[in-house]
Nanobody, 121 residues
């Protein structure tokens, strides 16, 4: 089970740190990703991190403003988001995927229920 937390309503320019904690299974051997889905839109890739945490990949829309990290001892992955914009408003999902970095939702096996981020201007 994956549980996301940290979503809330913030003003544009603010920051948030989202957390994704896995229970019932160890995810240290898998790539973990964050996706987001805005109302009326498809789910989109945000960022992913390799098993060791040494490799990361970011969507252009968040690159330079966000940092993904993981603590395998805590079975937790984080997404630090800075300089938030209204277009960052979405439900954010974490997902467990393959052993390689991947941007496609189809590559991810287990998904959390999501946490809502709302950014107001």
């Amino acid at each position: 089970q994956l549980v996301e937390s940290g979503g809330e309503s913030v003003q544009a320019g603010g920051s948030l740190r989202l957390s994704c904690t896995a229970s019932g299974r160890t995810v240290s051997s898998r790539t973990i990703a964050w996706f987001r889905q805005a109302p009326g839109e498809e789910r989109r890739f945000v960022a992913c991190i390799s098993r060791s945490g040494n490799e990361t990949d970011y969507a252009d829309s968040v690159k330079g403003r966000s940092t993904i990290s993981r603590d395998n001892a805590r079975n937790t992955v984080y997404l630090q988001m800075n300089s938030l914009k209204p277009e960052d408003t979405a439900v954010y999902y974490c997902a467990v995927g393959p052993v390689w970095l991947a941007r496609g939702a189809i590559d991810y096996i287990y998904w959390g229920q999501g946490t809502l981020v709302t950014v107001s201007s």
